[in-house]
């Protein structure tokens, strides 16, 4: 059994708990909804409290499945696999009973929101170095060839998550989407395959190989988006990978890994520790200063663009800044006035889920709306007009430049001499 050792910021435990207990989150503490239930007090009640939760709405799902009202019933199982999604997550051990059980109930939840939807969803098994990666395929209805997008999903998240299984903000715009559970993520944990340096990629890499034997699939518009940690992977997918024809990545995990994993909750470091199968935190330590773009971001070549929050504790924008200058290829980088690590639902996208906009984009670049030298940076306001339709930014992101003053200084600042 592999277990992880204690970690250096472990013995804030008690803090987190509090946090927990208060704000009904494990981390990105700014944002104020609630993501687990109201009763858990403490870290370690999060999967056992989860899972009364999901049952709870697994026992409305068959009562109205019974009365065949399915598309309730897939509405309420979707809403189980959330449950179950954040309860597997705070168990970081191989070989748990209860992790295994908490992870298959997601995959169970899932097998019924596919047999509902309303569009043909697969999950599927990829060769990958001796072993399966395995994802889920959202296919248009009636499966006509079309063009197709590789999502990357968080950390935190799973090839079921977030993007709505049931209306889907992709596949209504004429885009596949293959979610996947790259190394380190979901079924791979089960299954063992730890994440590396770079071996993300190269399980994004086989993905395009399995896309593009699909009858489903275009496989010369074969795009990628990311989200979080994602938009890392995703990132280094569309350099090292020239088959991806346009990336589109939010969330930003552009820059150094510094901020979220000693600066941001214990939970970031806790889960990808055992992602990656490192027990030794020094060890994890050096592992975490290569996790950086700096060395492929000149060789993204096809359209990019690069989604991050303004006050993104992850990401901090200084950071962000330079990766996006080093792309080489047309690019587009929106700050979200305001926001800091998910742009979901915020009132910069008129309050509506996010990856439409991602799926948007997509498809500008796949019609050749972003020429060569193509370069736009944006400030997405929160309140003001326009979201991500405004014009391009006039000065940097930083005051006073952004607020149109060109020398902020006062004469009385200098001394007699200048």
């Known amino acids: 059994m592999s277990k992880l050792t204690e970690r250096r910021r472990d013995n804030q435990q008690w803090m987190l708990d509090w946090i927990i207990k208060t704000t009904g989150r494990v981390q990105n503490f700014a944002y104020d909804n609630r993501v687990v239930p109201k009763e858990v007090k403490s870290y370690a009640q999060i999967h056992r409290i989860a899972d ?36 597997q997550h705070t168990i970081f051990e191989d070989d748990n009973s209860e992790k295994i059980y908490l992870h298959g109930m997601l995959l169970k939840c899932f097998d019924k929101v596919m047999e509902y939807a309303d569009h043909p969803i697969e999950r599927v098994e990829i060769p990958f170095e001796g072993n399966y990666i395995q994802g889920v395929l959202h296919m248009l209805p009636g499966r006509p060839k079309a063009p197709t997008v590789i999502f990357c999903p968080g950390m935190d998240m799973t090839k079921e998550a977030f993007i709505d299984a049931l209306h889907h903000p992709f596949v209504t ?43 489903e699939v275009d496989s010369d518009s074969i795009t990628v988006s990311g989200f979080s940690m994602g938009s890392y992977w995703g990132m280094r997918l569309a350099a090292l990978d020239k088959r991806v024809k346009a990336v589109a990545t939010a969330a930003a995990c552009y820059g150094p890994k510094k901020a979220i994993f000693e600066q941001a909750s214990p939970r970031f470091k806790q889960v990808f520790m055992y992602m990656a199968g490192i027990h030794d935190e020094d060890e994890f330590d050096t592992f975490a200063e290569q996790m950086i773009l700096d060395d492929v971001a000149d060789q993204v070549t096809c359209p990019a663009l690069q989604v991050t929050g303004e006050y993104d504790p992850l990401a901090p924008l200084d950071t962000v800044l330079p990766i996006y200058e080093k792309v080489s290829g047309p690019k587009e980088l929106w700050v979200i006035e305001n926001d800091f690590h998910n742009p979901r639902n915020t009132p910069n996208f008129g309050g509506i889920d996010f990856f439409g906009f991602l799926a948007d984009w997509l498809n500008d670049a796949l019609a050749g709306k972003f020429g060569t030298g193509h370069k736009k940076e944006i400030l997405v306001p929160e309140h003001g007009d326009g979201g991500p339709y405004v014009n391009q ?14 020398d902020g200084s006062h004469p009385d600042q200098t001394g007699p001499e200048g």
């Not at 065949?68 to 999604?85: D, F, I, P, Q, V």
């Not at 006039?394 to 060109?406: H, N, S, V």
Request: charged share 25%; aromatic share 8%.
């Open 52 to 87: 009364k939760h999901g049952r709870h709405i697994i026992s409305i799902a068959e009562g109205a499945e019974s009365k065949g009202h399915y598309k309730t019933a897939a509405e309420l199982y979707w809403a189980a696999s959330e449950h179950y999604r954040e309860a």
């Open 173 to 215: 715009r004429g885009l596949n989407c293959l979610h996947l559970d790259g190394p380190g993520q979901g079924t791979s944990n089960i299954r063992k395959i730890r994440v590396t340096l770079d071996n993300y990629e190269r399980a994004g890499s086989a993905a395009i190989d399995f896309l593009s034997s699909r009858p």
């Open 393 to 406: 930014m006039k000065g940097g992101f930083a005051l006073p430049e952004r607020i149109g003053i060109t």
